[in-house]
């Protein structure tokens, strides 16, 4: 009988890669919490109707990408294929957003059928940050200077970069939009297939266009500066101020957009060198209008999301993964003899009291010396913890270092915790 195996671009992560999920979700939540943001936590699992609503039916997401089936009630429902659209339903549905301002977090698998490549998966895994109630370019400031301070925290700063600008509201879009589209249909025939069906559909989003004869003929297009809004542009010269001010380097792109329909304004990526083309590892913006459009009284919003699996990759690719992110136990506890297995498992059950935040492994199974010692020595401790019939008829230990060719020594089993916490 054939083996089942996963899924095409939904991948497992193993023992040995944890540790290092663990130390970037663990310093996340760090950051995080110095600045105040709460975790929320929503289903995978929500209505269609909330994506087509908040993501726009006329976007790749929804076109091609969703896993979306009918359930037995006839429902139409969807693996969530992003985190910020399901936040502002759940904030909304309990009552979150009135008369108050939220700074929300959440973290979890995404699901998107895409082409799967390094750094581009069907199940990816993000973190998202989503403010709400502040109108103001402060947060979308303090969005911005928090992450710098998770890339500092993570060793990245230096390797991302950070590149923002101003979309506009909706109104000031519409006049562009409209402008865009009368150059560009001018170029239609020379313009790449995905660009040619965008020009019907989400014209914007041939600005962030990746081909080299689209890039060409964009270069005489109006600019979406020229089209903004007087409350935009201030907006964003207040945000350019707070950045400088606070050390943070950046550049202004004109040709970024966000592929959502739902941003407006601010919006912004952090991108590095060091992956190839998959070189975004966080994005976002404002979204002052999603709230309303999902059935919501009119609130002012703004958040991000950054890929883990590409965070983690990043991470790995410029040797950033700090030694001390290991899976290892630090003492392993071997029990040689039938007579010696209660004691020995009651020992380890002491040193773990004794010793909070130090892992200790108990050996079991049985087996010979020299059979305990190699798994000893292959769960990466650094010291293995030896009991014997005659250790537990003195109520000593062996302890044997296994990093180094320092001497086993016998120790009282009184003393072995305080003299294991003076070695490790």
């Not at 936040?87 to 059928?113: D, I, K, S």
Request: hydrophobic share 35%.
């Amino acid at each position: 009988m054939a083996k089942i195996q996963a899924i095409r671009g939904m991948n497992d992560i193993l023992p040995e890669q944890t540790p290092v999920w663990q130390y970037v979700e663990r310093s996340v939540r760090e950051v995080l919490g110095q600045y105040g943001y709460q975790e929320i936590r929503m289903p995978v699992v929500e209505q269609t109707e909330l994506f087509k609503r908040s993501i726009g039916e006329v976007t790749d997401i929804v076109e091609k990408e969703m896993y979306t089936f009918d359930d037995r009630n006839g429902d139409s429902l969807t693996l969530r294929p992003e985190g910020t659209a399901g936040c502002v339903r759940a904030a909304e549905e309990h009552g979150l957003l009135f008369n108050q301002t939220r700074r929300l977090w959440y973290m979890g698998p995404m699901f998107r059928h895409e082409r799967p490549q390094k750094g581009r998966y069907r199940q990816f895994h993000q973190i998202g940050v989503e403010c709400f109630g502040m109108a103001g370019p402060d947060v979308d400031a303090e969005l911005l200077v928090l992450t710098a301070r998770l890339w500092k925290a993570l060793g990245l700063y230096g390797h991302a970069r950070l590149e923002i600008n101003s979309i506009g509201t909706s109104e000031s879009r519409k006049v562009y939009r409209a402008a865009l589209v009368e150059y560009l249909s001018l170029f239609k025939d020379e313009l790449d297939e995905d660009s040619k069906r965008r020009l019907e559909t989400n014209p914007l989003r041939i600005l962030d266009s990746k081909d080299p004869g689209t890039r060409k003929i964009l270069e005489g297009a109006p600019g979406l500066g020229d089209y903004l809004d007087d409350e935009s542009r201030d907006h964003f010269d207040q945000l350019r101020a707070m950045l400088d001010a606070a050390g943070i380097a950046y550049t202004v792109n004109p040709a970024l957009v966000r592929g959502l329909d739902y941003y407006g304004k601010t919006v912004f990526e952090w991108i590095t060198d060091s992956l190839g083309a998959q070189g975004t590892i966080c994005a976002g913006g404002r979204y002052d209008g999603l709230v309303e459009q999902l059935g919501g009284k009119p609130t002012v919003a703004v958040g991000f999301a950054m890929g883990l699996e590409r965070l983690i990759l990043l991470l790995e690719t410029l040797g950033l993964v700090p030694g001390h992110v290991h899976n290892r136990a630090d003492v392993y506890v071997t029990a040689m003899g039938d007579t010696a297995v209660a004691p020995a498992m009651a020992l380890a059950e002491s040193l773990r009291d004794q010793l909070p935040g130090r892992t200790v492994v108990s050996h079991c199974g049985g087996g010979s010396f020299k059979s305990q010692m190699k798994k000893a020595d292959r769960s990466g401790a650094s010291y293995a913890v030896i009991l014997g019939e005659n250790e537990v008829a003195q109520g000593t230990a062996g302890l044997k270092p296994l990093r180094s060719d320092d001497p086993q020594q016998e120790v009282s089993q009184q003393d072995l915790a305080g003299t294991l916490a003076e070695l490790l």
